[in-house]
């Protein structure tokens, strides 16, 4: 079993924002040599950590956007029977279970009209209870037609987003300057080279915070001061609601003290009126409508 510790987390963070990052810009990143960052990134995929390297559309390039959907159950259900059937909806991302009823989805929804259909899709099934979803505050990037060399230059990314230039190269008889000035040009803005992952697949116990905000001009300075403090690096992922002053913060403590920590930390912040927590028992990731491969790429 895998021990996700702070420069794990930290390579993990990169690779969600651009997977295609070199081991040699991770390395500088973490202060450690090109060949241990190998080392650590095949340590993660052989573990089940990272499942998958994948190209998403950015929000505006679909046309979607996110949320974060909390469901309770009565808890009847086989829960990967449950969790495996709701995911066949297009729309899931990411479903954790806490072993407690209770799940916390993640989606990317064709409009609000997309939101209620999923939101009333989750209701159908005969265990549920109830079924919150919050829109998030996501970076929606841009829209445009791709050219034909930016459509070709996906398409020989769409089964592995890392691929080098010299081989895109070499498949699709574009130039290397070319490709490198494609991939600059899309990152981030049309597409999103990323990965997906099972956080609960190392030792570390996952904990979905919710952290209820003061709504008061000091909320934008706190969330510049979680970025800043020495939670930052425990932190695998952050979700921010955008119609309340709700945030979510995934974190992976490695051992209770490490957990209790990142709680006394948390209730420094006079920014948060009150603190929840959900335990990650179980991390499903589906295909979904923002990966290229699930779509006919947009042109």
């Not at 490709?179 to 981030?188: D, E, P, Q, Y």
């Not at 996952?206 to 930052?232: A, N």
Request: with cysteine; proline share 4%; net charge positive.
């Amino acid at each position: 079993m895998n021990i996700i510790d702070n420069k794990d987390r930290i390579i993990l963070q990169e690779l969600r924002r651009n997977c295609r990052i070199s081991h040699r810009g991770l390395a500088k990143i973490c202060g450690i040599s090109a060949p241990a960052i190998r080392a650590r990134i095949q340590n993660l995929e052989q573990t089940g950590v990272i499942t998958n390297y994948l190209i998403q559309y950015c929000l505006e390039m679909a046309k979607a956007d996110a949320y974060l959907i909390e469901v309770h159950t009565d808890g009847s259900e086989k829960v990967d029977d449950f969790v495996r059937l709701i995911g066949t909806n297009s729309m899931i991302s990411e479903v954790c279970w806490s072993g407690l009823g209770e799940y916390i989805i993640i989606a990317y929804c064709l409009g609000v009209e997309g939101a209620a259909v999923l939101s009333d899709y989750i209701r159908s099934f005969s265990p549920v209870s109830m079924v919150k979803p919050y829109p998030l505050m996501f970076s929606r990037g841009q829209s445009r037609i791709l050219t034909k060399s930016e459509k070709r230059v996906v398409e020989e990314m769409s089964e592995d987003p890392r691929l080098s230039v010299p081989d895109i190269a070499k498949r699709s008889g574009i130039s290397t300057k070319t490709i490198r000035k494609i991939i600059s040009t899309m990152n981030g803005t049309l597409f999103r080279f990323t990965l997906s992952w099972n956080p609960s697949a190392g030792i570390n116990t996952g904990y979905i915070m919710k952290l209820q905000l003061r709504e008061s001009p000091k909320t934008e300075r706190f969330l510049i001061k979680l970025e800043t403090q020495s939670i930052k690096n425990r932190i695998l992922e952050t979700y921010r609601c955008a119609i309340e002053p709700v945030l979510y913060v995934l974190v992976s403590p490695v051992t209770m003290i490490d957990y209790k920590k990142i709680l006394c930390e948390l209730r420094r912040f006079e920014e948060i009126s009150k603190l929840s927590f959900i335990t990650c028992v179980s991390w499903y990731s589906f295909p979904n409508i923002l990966w290229i491969n699930y779509r006919t790429i947009l042109c």
